[in-house]
Nanobody, 122 residues
Framework: QVHLVESGGRSVQAGGSLTLSCAAS????????MGWFRQAPGKEREFVAA???????IHYADSVRGRFTISRGNEETVYLRMNGLIPEDTAVYYC????????????????WGQGTQVTVSS
């Protein structure tokens, strides 16, 4: 089992920046893929970004590419740096993890955090 806890969500004005963090505990490993999804009110959960710690294979949703950056602190942490925030980025952001990366990217990872709210005001 892997336990995930997100932090860093808050309210911010459009154009601002924010960094989300996710800490994993339990049966982590260097092969653990970690990523982020988000869910806006009335919408389905959507992929944001995901990657592995030990290589440069990183995936981004088109809607965030160039504005968001995912990075790994170590095998147990993942960050999401969000720049140029727009109101459409308002959502609950969820951290997810599993092996392999392909499962995480399509939202089929077994492990999910409880979510952290990001609100972007215009």
């Amino acid at each position: 089992q892997v336990h995930l806890v997100e932090s860093g969500g808050r309210s911010v004005q459009a154009g601002g920046s924010l960094t989300l963090s996710c800490a994993a505990s339990g049966r982590t490993s260097s092969d653990l893929a970690m990523g982020w999804f988000r869910q806006a009110p009335g919408k389905e959960r959507e992929f944001v970004a995901a990657g592995l710690r030990h290589d440069d294979l990183i995936h981004y949703a088109d809607s965030v590419r160039g504005r968001f950056t995912i990075s790994r602190g170590n095998e147990e942490t993942v960050y999401l740096r969000m720049n140029g925030l727009i109101p459409e980025d308002t959502a609950v952001y969820y951290c997810t993890a599993d092996i392999p990366l392909s499962a995480v990217v399509v939202g089929r990872g077994d492990y999910w955090g409880q979510g952290t709210q990001v609100t972007v005001s215009s």
